[in-house]
T-cell receptor, first 113, second 110 residues
Framework: KAGVTQTPRYLIKTRGQQVTLSCSPI?????VSWYQQTPGQGLQFLFE???????NKGNFPGRFSGRQFSNSRSEMNVSTLELGDSALYLC????????????FGQGTRLTVV | DQQVKQNSPSLSVQEGRISILNCDYT??????FLWYKKYPAEGPTFLIS?????DKNEDGRFTVFLNKSAKHLSLHIVPSQPGDSAVYFC?????????FGPGTRLSVLP
């Protein structure tokens, strides 16, 4: 069974640009959560999608948005990029809502210059 | 305001000895806890979990202990192996999502 796939693995963007990250969950999993990891901050929860609906949202500005498609694949979008958005963005999938262990992808390393 | 704390950013242990990683939390509503291991350039990998109705869960070399009154959990790795060198994250399940600690970097020295 294939794991969680995130694309691209690495990305360099300029301040003010926007970016879209993609996540394909494990087959059969319907919940996708997104996290931001920065040094010393651990993993900060961005949002969770389940059956194409955003179920939960963390404390991030509206520049961060996402969506989920009918095949459970999810995208995350960040608009008007800031230097502080440089981070590793991780996607995690769960069979149902993220109520037990979640399975993570390798992440997308975003660098904003 | 960090609800999940891992106060040791790093830990070094000799191979074969016990590694003890600690985690403290502030929210008494957390009811499920997990440990993840993360190697560089990889996503976190689930290691072990414990429900708040238990005080111990064991899986091979890994044991997690939960002290609800102290709002403290710990991960014991016995014996430690060089391949255990990684960053370990503690996570707690809240009402809406999992809350992660900042991580502890474990180095197991041969």
């Amino acid at each position: 069974k294939a794991g969680v796939t995130q694309t691209p693995r690495y990305l360099i963007k300029t301040r003010g640009q926007q970016v879209t990250l993609s996540c394909s969950p494990i087959s059969g999993h319907r919940s996708v959560s997104w996290y931001q990891q920065t040094p010393g901050q651990g993993l900060q929860f961005l949002f969770e999608y389940f059956s194409e609906t955003q179920r939960n949202k963390g404390n991030f500005p509206g520049r961060f948005s996402g969506r989920q498609f009918s095949n459970s694949r999810s995208e995350m979008n960040v608009s008007t990029l800031e230097l502080g958005d440089s981070a590793l963005y991780l996607c995690a999938s769960s069979p149902w809502t993220a109520n037990t262990e979640a399975f993570f992808g390798q992440g997308t390393r975003l660098t904003v210059v | 305001d960090q609800q999940v704390k891992q106060n040791s950013p790093s830990l070094s242990v000799q191979e074969g000895r016990i590694s003890i990683l600690n985690c403290d939390y502030t929210n008494s509503m957390f009811d499920y806890f997990l440990w993840y291991k993360k190697y560089p350039a990889e996503g976190p990998t689930f290691l072990i979990s414990i429900s708040s109705i238990k005080d111990k869960n064991e899986d091979g070399r890994f044991t997690v202990f939960l002290n609800k009154s102290a709002k403290h959990l710990s991960l014991h790795i016995v014996p430690s192996q060089p391949g255990d060198s990684a960053v370990y994250f503690c996570a707690a399940r809240g009402v809406r999502n999992f809350v992660f600690g900042p991580g502890t970097r474990l180095s197991v020295l041969p």
